[in-house]
Structures are given as structure tokens and as C-alpha cells.
């Protein structure tokens, strides 16, 4: 209750500072550009709220190398971050394989098949303390995925996480999916922000291209296991725990350079 007061409220001060096109100061009119606040933190969840690619990959390229011992595990990078259906088409071709191949397809079904990932000890244990303080603040909170929409319910419920998201995403919703940036321009859309009023946590060189094309302010979460581009990205961060200053640190500047406009002083 007190979080959706608080998140009703914050969206209700933005509303009226967006809505200033003029301050009276010393009987001078004075036209400010508009100041964009962050009301919305949305995630993404592999290798962001769970460290599960390395798993993803390491379990591939284990069993793959067992009938195809040319396949490097460099070659199934471009696996990390990508939806199910590109995943698929990258491993048929780092393994050389027609998609209508029947024996290959049963292979690639049994190697997901026999990936077992207890996805609570995998989530990372800034994660859940994040989602809490955010919803505590009032900022609206949206998980925006690649991963297919059974998946992603299997793992916020496994991790309990759920219940902290506004409105959960997934790229098989969409005809593309990261990089292109329509799940994050559909993501603030359902949260009924404008996408420069969003905050995306991203690692993968899709993920930070989606949300850097969608307009929004990024941070990469650093991991150089895969050789991500995330030169696109905003912030660079080492842990979930640095979101939430930067977030605070950036509304903190709004609120500054609109009081100074208010004075005059800009």
C-alpha cells in the first residue's frame, strides 16, 4: 500500500513538473526545457537479475562438443542475450546442421532438456534487496526479457521476485526482440512513461543497443566472459547495488538544475 502511494505520488509531482512551460521570476517570464525525472527502473533478467548465461552456455557448448568436436565455445557467444528462436539458429549453424535436420532437432531439444538450473542459487543477492528499496521509493519497476514467456515465469517464481514487477515482457510478444528496442518502447509505454524517464540495467551487446536505441539511460552491468559491445551504454556498473544511487544521484541533478531555472540562474 504505501509503495503505490508513493509511486502515485511521484508520478502526480512529475506530471505537474512536465506540464511547466513558464516560471514568473522577477516579474520575467522565463521558458524552461522540459526536465525528465527517472520514475522507472525495468531489467532485464539474464546475466542482469540471474547469472544464468554462463550456465546456458557452458551446459551448450558441454554437450554440443560431444557430436561436434569443431565447435569452439567462442562460437556460441552470440548466443548470450539472444531470443530462443536466434539461439536455435546459431547453434544449427556453428554446428553446421539444416534447421530441417530431424536427428539434430531432437539433439538440440534433449541438450535444454537436460539443463537443469536451480535458478534461486543463481540470483544474484543484490537482486531482490534492489527490487524491494525501489518499490519502496515509488519508482515503477518492469521486467523486459528475450527469454520466452514460460521461462521468465519459471524464474521469478522460482525466485520469488514476481511480485515486485509492474509489468513483466517478453521478446517472443514482439516480431523482434532485442536489439531492436520495441520491447523497451512497449515496456514504458505499459508503465505510461516516456522512454527518457526509464532507466534500463542491461549486460548483453543487444540488450544495451535495444535500450540505447529506445532512449533511455542505461547501465551495463561489466562482464567480460563474452566479449560484449556496451560501448552504447551509460553507466558501467560491477554490481546491482550501484542502480539505485545512480538513479537517485540523476533525479537529484533534475531536481538541482530545475530549481536553478526557477531562480534564474540558467
Known amino acids: 500500500m504505501i509503495a503505490s502511494v508513493l509511486a502515485y505520488l511521484r508520478q502526480a509531482i512529475n506530471k505537474i513538473v512536465h506540464g511547466v512551460g513558464y516560471w514568473v521570476c522577477g516579474g520575467i517570464k522565463e521558458q ?12 532485464d533478467m539474464d546475466g542482469v537479475l ?12 558441454k554437450k554440443l562438443a560431444v557430436t561436434h ?19 536455435k539458429e546459431i547453434v544449427f549453424e556453428v554446428a553446421g546442421e539444416p534447421m ?13 532438456e537436460s539443463c537443469n538450473v536451480s535458478y534461486p542459487d543463481i540470483l544474484r543477492k543484490e537482486a531482490v534487496p534492489l527490487l ?17 514467456t514460460k521461462g521468465i515465469e519459471r524464474v521469478v517464481t522460482e525466485c520469488g521476485i514476481k511480485g515486485y514487477f509492474r509489468y513483466i515482457i517478453s521478446g517472443d510478444m514482439f516480431r523482434e526482440s532485442k536489439p531492436n528496442p520495441e520491447i523497451y518502447l512497449h515496456t514504458a509505454e505499459k508503465l505510461g512513461c516516456m522512454p527518457s524517464e526509464c532507466f ?19 547501465a551495463a552491468v561489466r562482464d567480460d566472459r563474452f566479449n560484449f559491445d556496451q560501448s552504447l551504454a551509460n553507466y558501467y556498473i560491477d554490481t ?12 537529484m541533478e533534475e531536481a538541482a538544475a530545475l530549481g536553478c531555472r526557477k531562480c534564474g540562474k540558467l
Not at 543487444?206 to 542505461?218: D, E, L, N, P, S
Open 50 to 61: 540471474i547469472d544464468s548465461e554462463i550456465v546456458y552456455l557452458d551446459e551448450m557448448y
Open 240 to 251: 546491482l547495488d550501484e542502480v539505485l544511487p545512480i538513479v537517485e544521484s540523476l533525479n
Open 32 to 43: 524552461l526545457q522540459e526536465v525528465y525525472m527517472i520514475r522507472a527502473v525495468i531489467f
Open 132 to 148: 524491494k528499496a525501489l518499490n519502496e521509493k515509488g519508482y515503477l519497476t518492469a521486467l523486459a526479457s528475450s527469454t520466452d
Open 69 to 87: 568436436p569443431w565447435v569452439k565455445r567462442e562460437d556460441l557467444f552470440p548466443i548470450v542475450g539472444s531470443t530462443n528462436r536466434r539461439t
Open 100 to 112: 530441417d535436420s530431424v536427428s539434430f532437432n531432437e539433439e538440440y531439444k534433449m541438450l535444454w
Open 200 to 218: 534500463a540495467v542491461e549486460d548483453s551487446t543487444y540488450g544495451v543497443t535495444a535500450g540505447a536505441r529506445a532512449g533511455m539511460t542505461v
